[in-house]
């Protein structure tokens, strides 16, 4: 059993900076793929970045602002969130799957934490 949970979100304004950390037990980080995801009500939870021994990969619409890395030593996966934006707004997940390759679809993780919101206002 994997247990993931999600800490840093917070209110900040457009432009602004924040740190997501994510914080896993139950097995290690480094041997798996660790991602971020996010939801806003009434829409489907989607991938946001990855990050496994291949490298870290994202979407699209983040690319150049948000960065993913990880501290195997705390069995911590981070998402620093740059140059953010109104559109940014949501529920911010954890995911890891227990698979390499990248993987961004919901089904292909395994465990998930219990989110943490990030607002940014224009």
């Known amino acids: 059993q994997v247990q993931l949970v999600e800490s840093g979100g917070g209110l900040v304004q457009s432009g602004d900076s924040l740190r997501l950390s994510c914080v896993g037990s139950?097995?290690?980080?480094?041997?798996?793929?660790i991602a971020w995801f996010r939801q806003t009500p009434g829409l489907e939870r989607q991938f946001v970045a990855g990050?496994?021994?291949?490298?870290?990969y994202y979407t699209d619409s983040v690319k150049g602002r948000f960065t993913i890395f990880e501290n195997s030593a705390k069995n911590t996966v981070y998402l620093q969130m740059n140059s953010l934006k109104p559109e940014d707004t949501a529920v911010y997940y954890c995911?890891?799957?227990?698979?390499?390759?990248?993987?961004?679809?919901?089904?292909?993780?395994?465990?998930w934490g219990q989110g943490t919101q990030v607002t940014v206002s224009s």
């Open positions: 995911a890891f799957a227990d698979r390499w390759g990248r993987p961004t679809r919901i089904a292909e993780y395994d465990y």
């Open positions: 139950g097995s290690t980080f480094n041997s798996n793929t």
């Open positions: 990050f496994n021994w291949q490298g870290p």
